[in-house]
């Protein structure tokens, strides 16, 4: 927490909205909140978000396919377009005093008369023996990003969602074999990539098994399952699932669900007037670019109805 009577602000510094995030629905919350003549800042630790770890979107209306750091490039120049601030920095806390959100990073103090949340989500661990020991020595979160160092290898990807598959599937591109692992009896991916997985001979899936530790000695050599075979590997991808980035919300009283996520309604409103909160943080249950986008305008739309509804002046 941080004293807010004694900082001091630049009126520069003075917003009627600052969208906290740096992935499409930050970038999608802030092309409208722009184009609504709103004075907007985005704040993100990285531009981009979770979207840029994926080698393919075949998703996204309008683009029939790219990476996701192509995707998420486009996203830069349309808001470049648009002169959009973005400071890339990470949100430390957030206060409200009387109309206004206080919110402070490693280097700066910011004042907003509205936020919104679109912080995303953390890859989920597994939390077995060895995850963390061998984190970066075999243990990988991301295909894309370190899928090129197993070249001709044998990796195992531990999860059955679409995103498994579709790790799996890059994963072919430079490994001799990829074993997709999960506890489940069939995998729960987009039927179009789950065919492309059934077709493709390089990948084979061990259904109902879980991987109960990781051993290795200056990097990984095998997986223990829980039916106690070791079973011998070079890397294991882990795509379980994403744990939502909202602690710093929750301190200012944001409502969130059992699993964290931040509860919005429909115009993006969370229990906290003025705070907007959008995409993976939030509680959609479909968590795509596209649907984190539509919510992210929506929560742009909401902010400028709420602040022409409001007396406040700076
Ligand atoms: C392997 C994989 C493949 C996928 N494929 C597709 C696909 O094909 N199509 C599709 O539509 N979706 C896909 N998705 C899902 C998509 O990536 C997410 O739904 C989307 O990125 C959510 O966007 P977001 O902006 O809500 O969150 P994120 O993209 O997670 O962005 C949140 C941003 O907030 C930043 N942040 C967090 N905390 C703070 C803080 N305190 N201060 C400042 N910044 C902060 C983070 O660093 C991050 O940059 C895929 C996901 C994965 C993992």
């Given amino acids: 927490m941080f ?23 930050a970038i999608g919350c802030g092309i409208y909140a722009a184009r609504f003549a709103m004075k907007i800042l985005i704040i993100g630790k990285v531009f981009g978000g979770l979207i840029t770890t994926t080698h393919i979107v075949e998703n996204y209306p309008g683009v029939t396919s790219i990476s996701g750091q192509g995707l998420m490039e486009m996203f830069r120049q349309h808001m470049e377009s648009l002169n959009i601030p973005f400071i890339s920095d990470e949100i430390q806390s957030i206060e409200k005093k009387e109309d206004y959100f206080f919110l402070k990073t490693f280097f700066q103090n910011f004042k907003a008369k509205t936020i919104c949340i679109a912080t995303g989500s953390e890859r989920k661990k597994l939390g077995i023996p060895g995850e963390q020991q061998f984190s970066g020595r075999g243990v990988s979160y991301c295909a894309t990003c370190d899928g090129p160092f197993f070249k001709d290898k044998i990796v195992g990807v531990i999860g059955g969602s679409d995103s498994a598959a579709k790790e799996a599937l890059f994963l072919t591109q430079h490994c001799k074999k990829v074993y997709i692992i999960y506890r489940g009896e069939e995998i ?25 530790e990781i051993k290795g000695d200056h990097k990984i050599n095998s997986i223990i399952f829980d039916n106690g075979k070791e079973f011998k590997v070079d890397g294991v991808f882990i795509e379980i699932g994403s744990i939502p980035n909202s602690e710093i ?34 509680d959609a249950p479909y968590k795509q670019a596209i649907t984190g986008v539509s919510e992210g305008v929506i929560a742009a739309y909401s902010a400028f109805e709420y ?4 007396t406040i002046q700076y």
């Fill in 188 to 212: 729960r991916a987009e039927p179009i990539n789950k065919k492309r997985v059934l077709e493709n001979d390089k990948i084979e899936i061990i259904y109902n098994t879980n991987v109960i």
């Fill in 249 to 282: 919300a929750k301190k200012i009283g944001v409502r969130t669900n059992n699993h964290g996520e931040i509860m919005i309604n429909r115009k993006s409103e969370t229990n906290i007037p003025g705070i907007y909160a959008a995409g993976d943080v939030a």
């Fill in 3 to 25: 004293n807010i009577d004694s900082l001091e602000f630049d009126p520069e510094k003075v917003y009627d909205l600052i969208i906290l995030g740096g992935g499409p629905t």
């Fill in 307 to 310: 602040l022409k509804n409001q």
